[in-house]
Structures are given as structure tokens and as C-alpha cells.
């Protein structure tokens, strides 16, 4: 039986060529869960979570991996975030439902921003490209284009129980040799593009791998797990109500009785009475009520 919310490495090795293929299952499905989006904002949705994990395997980091897509048409915001151990989430915005295709005519003027926020010693990197072509995968293609100069090829699908992603990229060599290489590169693409979508989704994956590039010595590495993950908790909420300030949380109780606060990406909603609120400005992080409703 085939696993599911899994990550699988590979290498062809006679093509000088790694890989990805990306497997979502109940992860895909807890995002859905928490909102109800139109199919065409449901399908770019879903092609980024497949792609997180893809981009998460390409880029070395050990905090948060964050691609973000803001624009002036109608999918007006995407977010897939994902740390390095597997979990992921995800959330998009629109003012109404997009076309398919292309991403002018989806996101309107818009970039597209890959950040990276490193867990040690709290650095930061970010890369922009303008949100171009039919697809996300054509999007992030141009991004690798531009930022790992090597060339990357992604192809992502999704339904509403099931999102998948594959990733092709050169290897980098100390000593190419262009003509074949590039040879190599398109074969191996054109080979890529005959897996059908049944496939990416149910087949066994080191079958699959190995019938579609039966010439290039294939090297399957162990799987990783994926999974749904929200990284919002009570003391993270705590800190936002913090952050506003001790005269604005009173302000808000006075007029609501309470302060709730619901989390965009799992719908978790936080509740905080004056005594939280008393709790939280006195520093010493003792609430009364722990609960989190869902």
C-alpha cells in the first residue's frame, strides 16, 4: 500500500539529477477543514502545500520556510508556511473566484516571496520574484531560476482529497559537460511529463520511479513524514494581546467582556478574561482559563 503525507528523495544518477516526490493526504484535508474555498482558489491552495515540502528539501534551514503570494485580483493572499521537521499550514484570501489560469489574471499584480526564518540566532533571508506564467510551478521555476541557478522543473496537482507534487533539478557538478548534460536534463523532463496524475497519486513510489527512468540508475532514499501543523499557541496569543498594550486590552474587555482571538490558519479560537488579562501584563504567564476551543 502506498504511504501517504510522505516525502520521497531521489537521485538519478547517470543524469546527474535529484529529485522529490511529495505525497498529501490528511494534510491536505485538515486544510480544507478549517475553510471552505471556491475550486479555482482550492486548486492554487493545494499546489503550494504540495510544493512546500518540495522547496523545504531544496533549501537548506532549520526554523520556518514561508511562500507567499500577495496581489490586486482576485486571490488576493497565499500562505503555506512549513518548518523542517515535516509539518506544514496553509491559508489563501480572495474577493472572488479566480480564473484557472494564467497567474496575471489569478493574483493580478502581484510577487511572489520565499522567506526563510532561521530557529539559530534568528536570521533571516528572503528572495522576490514577480508572480509569473500559467501556474504556481511555473512561478517557483522561475524563482529557482533566478536564486539557485540551476534549472528546476515542479509539476503540482491536487483534488479535494489529495494534493501531490514532483520536483526535478540539475545537480550541481565541478565539471560539467553542457552538450550531454543538457541532453540529459531534457530527457529526463520529457520522461517526467508521462506520469499521469493516478500515478503521482496511488502508485508505489520507487515502482513508479523506476519504470519512468528505467536508464538513469535510481536512487530512492528513505521517506519522511508530513503532516498538518499549526504553531499557534495560548502563549503565542498571549504575546499578541501583549503587544497591543495594557490600556487597549482593558478597552477591548470592557466593551466585549473577553478578548478571543482566532487563529487564520487553524480556526483555534483563544479566550482571555481580566484575570488573563491581569496575568498576562503582570509577566507571570499564569492564566485562568488554558482552554482552546477548535
Known amino acids: 500500500m502506498q504511504e501517504k503525507d510522505r516525502r520521497h528523495r531521489f537521485i538519478l544518477e547517470k543524469a546527474q539529477v535529484r529529485g522529490v516526490l511529495v505525497r498529501l493526504d490528511s494534510t491536505w484535508r485538515e486544510v480544507l477543514a478549517r475553510a471552505e474555498y471556491p475550486p479555482n482558489v482550492q486548486q492554487v491552495l493545494g499546489h503550494a502545500m504540495a510544493a512546500m515540502p518540495l522547496l523545504a528539501s531544496m533549501i537548506k534551514f532549520t526554523g520556518k520556510l514561508t511562500l507567499q503570494a500577495r496581489g490586486t485580483g482576485p486571490l488576493t493572499l497565499l500562505v503555506v508556511q512549513g518548518n523542517a521537521d515535516g509539518g506544514q499550514r496553509g491559508l489563501a484570501r480572495w474577493v472572488s473566484e479566480p480564473p484557472v489560469t494564467p497567474l496575471a489574471d489569478v493574483f493580478g499584480d502581484a510577487t511572489l516571496t520565499i522567506q526563510i526564518e532561521s530557529s539559530e540566532g534568528g536570521e533571516t533571508y528572503q528572495g522576490v520574484v514577480d508572480v509569473r506564467g500559467d501556474y504556481l510551478q511555473d512561478a517557483l521555476a522561475d524563482y529557482f531560476a533566478n536564486s539557485e541557478q540551476l534549472p528546476t522543473r515542479l509539476w503540482l496537482t491536487c483534488t479535494d482529497t489529495q494534493a501531490a507534487g514532483f520536483m526535478l533539478q540539475q545537480l550541481p557538478v565541478d565539471d560539467p559537460q553542457p552538450a550531454s548534460r543538457e541532453d540529459d536534463w531534457q530527457r529526463v523532463n520529457l520522461l517526467a511529463n508521462t506520469i499521469e496524475q493516478d500515478e503521482l497519486f496511488e502508485k508505489e513510489t520507487e515502482l513508479l520511479l523506476q519504470q519512468v527512468f528505467a ?16 504553531g499557534c499557541t495560548r502563549e503565542r496569543t498571549a504575546g499578541l494581546i501583549a503587544g497591543i498594550g495594557y490600556a487597549e486590552a482593558i478597552d477591548i474587555l470592557k466593551q466585549e467582556g473577553q478578548i478571543e482571538i ?7 479560537v483563544n479566550r482571555f478574561d481580566s484575570i488573563d488579562v491581569e496575568a498576562i501584563f503582570r509577566g507571570d504567564g499564569n492564566h485562568a482559563d488554558e482552554s482552546i476551543v477548535h
Open 215 to 230: 536508464e538513469d540508475d535510481v536512487r530512492v532514499f528513505d521517506s519522511e513524514p508530513l503532516r498538518f501543523e499549526c
Open 262 to 268: 482566532t487563529c487564520e490558519f487553524c480556526n483555534s
